[in-house]
């Protein structure tokens, strides 16, 4: 519906690396919760467009920021890397979505695992508060193929300062100094991932979030089955939130 969305002016387009980018955006945001997404709307080719991308930026910002990759031959993902600062685009009003703080039910420790731009929610939500008082232990895990896919660092290094958090970076495709290699499933699975955490997966103390591509969701998901880790639901509670971006 048109009136739902709002024009949206681009700050800043920022290169990562090849095919990775950040969209920062003027915009007056209605309120949300940290983890939601909102759905971008560009011309394409006369026509228009919207898909989902999550909100990087906190609640408190009054700009809205979105991590994203260049998908080959994806018309919306060519689209964005295409835009430069004061181009004009849309953005759904309000953000939307249930991977956030409110859904998850109250345990000790906070598991959070990201394919590729999935890391976005997170940053959002490792923004606020209301994360930091609500869990003993946080663990971000962001897994990539290559390292200088490992975007964010400064904003990883500052939630770092704090004993509270640990940060697992993973790269599949080559060798990196201080990131552990392979993929979550298989890294869960053989116990380096709670090693290098120096924390337990265990249903008693443990919630996860998994966020990015069904593949690592669904694979993930078994070998956490595997630990009697299962879906968490509102009316069932678990252990595991999902959001899957393809
Ligand atoms: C709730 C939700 C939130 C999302 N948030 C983000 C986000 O924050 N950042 C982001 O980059 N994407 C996000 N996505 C995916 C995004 O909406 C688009 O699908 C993506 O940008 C590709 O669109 P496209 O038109 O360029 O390519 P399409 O033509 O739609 O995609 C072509 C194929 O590429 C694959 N693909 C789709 N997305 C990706 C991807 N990100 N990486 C690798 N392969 C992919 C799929 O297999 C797809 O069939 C989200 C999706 C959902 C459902």
Redo the contacts with the bound molecule.
């Keep these: 519906m048109a009136s739902a969305f709002l024009a949206a002016r681009v700050i800043e387009n920022k290169q990562w690396a090849e095919n990775l980018f950040s969209v920062r955006l003027e915009v007056e945001l209605q309120p949300f919760k940290a983890g939601q997404?909102v759905r971008v709307q560009l011309q394409i080719d006369g026509e228009a467009m919207a898909?989902?991308?999550?909100l990087v930026n906190s609640p408190e910002q009054d700009i809205a920021e979105?991590?994203?990759?260049i998908?080959p031959?994806?018309?919306?993902?060519?689209g964005l890397a295409a835009l430069k600062p004061n181009d004009t685009i849309e953005i759904s009003q309000p953000a939307a979505?249930f991977f956030v703080l409110d859904e998850l039910p109250d345990t000790k420790n906070l598991w959070m695992f990201a394919t590729?731009?999935g890391l976005?929610p997170y940053l959002s939500i490792l923004q606020q508060n209301e994360v930091w008082d609500k869990f003993d232990k946080l663990v971000l895990v962001h897994a990539v193929s290559y390292a200088n896919n490992l975007a964010y660092q400064e904003m990883i290094s500052g939630f770092s300062e704090s004993s509270q958090f640990c940060y697992v970076p993973i790269v599949s495709r080559e060798d990196s100094t201080g990131a552990l290699k392979g993929r979550i499933p298989a890294l869960i699975s053989d116990g380096q991932l709670e090693a290098a955490a120096n924390l337990k997966i265990e249903p008693e103390t443990t919630h996860i979030m998994l966020c990015g591509?069904q593949n690592m969701i669904a694979d993930a998901r078994s070998v956490l089955a595997e630990k009697g880790l299962r879906k968490h639901l509102r009316r069932k509670p678990g252990h595991i939130t999902t959001?899957?971006?393809?």
């Design positions: 997404f898909k989902p991308y999550s979105v991590f994203y990759n998908v031959d994806g018309p919306m993902s060519n979505g590729g731009t976005g591509n959001e899957q971006y393809f």
